[in-house]
C-alpha cells in the first residue's frame, strides 16, 4: 500500500472492527487475507508467534475462568495481524507527512514526529533484543523467563537513554515546536479498494449475522 494516509486509516478502521465483535475480526482476517502479503512481508515472526502465545494462554485462562475465552482470542488475533501489517509497511516519514496533512505544520508536525520517533524506537528495541539473545546463546545461557526479566530491564535501560539523547540533539539544533514539510502522496486503485473493504468490515461488525440472513431472505 503506498497512500500513508489510508494505510493508517485502514489500521483505525480494522481495529475497531475486530474490536468490535467476532464477525468484524473475522471480516479482518478477511481483508488481511486480500491485501496484505501475509506471512512473506512480517519481518520479526519470532516477536509475532510469542505474542501469539500469550494471547493463547490468556484465552485458555479465560475459559477455564468460564468467560468467552475464544471470542477474546480471535479479535486479539485479527488486531495483532493489522497491528503487525502497519509496522511492516510503515515508512521513514509516513507518521510525519500524515500528521502534517491532518493538523498543520506545528500540531501535525510533531504529532507526526513523536509517531515517527516511537516507530524508530520500536525497531531498535526488537533488534536489541535479538542481540540479547544471540549473546545470551554465545555464553552457553539458557534463554528462558529468568533471562527476559533482566532483558527487560537492559531495553528499558537503553530506551530511556536513546530518548534523552534525541531530546539533547533536538534542544542542541533550536528545534522549538512545529516544522515546515509539504507531504506527497500517491494513491493506487488498490489502496481505494483497501480502503473501502476496510469501511465494509467495519460495517459489517456492527450489523449482527442473524440480521444479516434476515435481510437477504
Given at each position: 500500500?503506498?497512500?500513508?494516509?489510508?494505510?493508517?486509516?485502514c489500521?483505525?478502521?480494522?481495529?475497531?472492527?475486530?474490536?468490535?465483535?467476532?464477525?468484524?475480526?473475522?471480516a479482518?482476517?478477511?481483508?488481511?487475507?486480500?491485501?496484505?502479503?501475509?506471512?512473506?512481508?512480517?519481518?520479526?515472526?519470532?516477536?509475532?508467534?510469542?505474542?501469539?502465545?500469550?494471547?493463547?494462554?490468556?484465552?485458555?485462562?479465560?475459559?477455564?475462568?468460564?468467560?468467552?475465552?475464544?471470542?477474546?482470542?480471535?479479535?486479539?488475533?485479527?488486531?495483532?495481524?493489522?497491528?503487525?501489517?502497519?509496522?511492516?509497511?510503515?515508512?521513514?516519514?509516513?507518521?510525519?507527512?500524515?500528521?502534517?496533512?491532518?493538523?498543520?505544520?506545528?500540531?501535525?508536525?510533531?504529532?507526526?514526529?513523536?509517531?515517527?520517533?516511537?516507530?524508530?524506537?520500536?525497531?531498535?528495541?526488537?533488534?536489541?533484543?535479538?542481540?540479547?539473545?544471540?549473546?545470551?546463546?554465545?555464553?552457553?545461557?539458557?534463554?528462558?523467563?529468568?533471562?527476559?526479566?533482566?532483558?527487560?530491564?537492559?531495553?528499558?535501560?537503553?530506551?530511556?537513554?536513546?530518548?534523552?539523547?534525541?531530546?539533547?540533539?533536538?534542544?542542541?539544533?533550536?528545534?522549538?515546536?512545529?516544522?515546515?514539510?509539504?507531504?506527497?502522496?500517491?494513491t493506487?486503485?488498490?489502496?481505494?479498494?483497501?480502503?473501502?473493504?476496510?469501511?465494509?468490515?467495519?460495517v459489517?461488525?456492527?450489523?449482527?449475522?442473524?440480521?444479516f440472513?434476515?435481510?437477504?431472505?
Amino acid at each position: 500500500m503506498q497512500d500513508p494516509r489510508i494505510r493508517l486509516l485502514c489500521a483505525f478502521l480494522l481495529s475497531f472492527a475486530a474490536f468490535a465483535s467476532v464477525t468484524g475480526a473475522v471480516a479482518v482476517f478477511v481483508w488481511w487475507l486480500a491485501f496484505t502479503p501475509q506471512w512473506q512481508s512480517i519481518r520479526h515472526r519470532t516477536a509475532l508467534l510469542t505474542t501469539l502465545v500469550l494471547f493463547v494462554i490468556v484465552a485458555g485462562v479465560m475459559i477455564l475462568a468460564g468467560s468467552d475465552g475464544l471470542s477474546y482470542l480471535v479479535r486479539m488475533i485479527a488486531i495483532l495481524l493489522v497491528g503487525t501489517w502497519v509496522y511492516d509497511e510503515s515508512c521513514t516519514g509516513d507518521f510525519l507527512s500524515v500528521g502534517t496533512w491532518l493538523f498543520g505544520t506545528r500540531i501535525g508536525f510533531e504529532a507526526g514526529m513523536i509517531a515517527g520517533m516511537a516507530m524508530q524506537m520500536a525497531t531498535g528495541l526488537s533488534e536489541d533484543f535479538r542481540r540479547i539473545r544471540i549473546a545470551t546463546g554465545l555464553k552457553g545461557q539458557p534463554w528462558g523467563i529468568r533471562s527476559i526479566v533482566p532483558a527487560g530491564r537492559i531495553l528499558i535501560h537503553d530506551a530511556l537513554r536513546r530518548a534523552d539523547e534525541t531530546a539533547e540533539v533536538l534542544a542542541m539544533r533550536g528545534y522549538r515546536d512545529g516544522g515546515t514539510i509539504c507531504p506527497h502522496f500517491h494513491t493506487t486503485l488498490h489502496d481505494a479498494m483497501a480502503g473501502t473493504c476496510a469501511a465494509v468490515a467495519l460495517v459489517l461488525a456492527y450489523i449482527p449475522v442473524s440480521e444479516f440472513f434476515i435481510l437477504n431472505r
